[in-house]
């Protein structure tokens, strides 16, 4: 209950203030609003670059696995090879 009377007072007063100080509020944003749009496209060129590295390395993986995967089978087909070779010696 004090939290909700507290945040009324806090609204009250903030209404208060930006209506009284109405051109220094519009000071204010006007000189926030550059800022935030060039931190914003910053943090939006972060992104976009840590993305592209994302998907680099995922194309990299990609090769890789498919090399892995015609590596296992080169060694399936040794192993069963092995396997018909040993077979073929047990019998003699």
Known sequence: M????GGAIAAILGLIGIVAWFPQFLTVVAG???IMLLLGGA???YLGVDELKD???NEETAETEAETTEEVEKYRQE???LKDEIE?????
């Open 2 to 5: 004090k939290t909700l009377i």
């Open 32 to 34: 926030t609003i550059p």
């Open 43 to 45: 943090l939006a060129i």
């Open 55 to 57: 998907s680099w390395s």
């Open 79 to 81: 192993i069963s090879e």
């Open 88 to 92: 073929s010696l047990k019998k003699e």
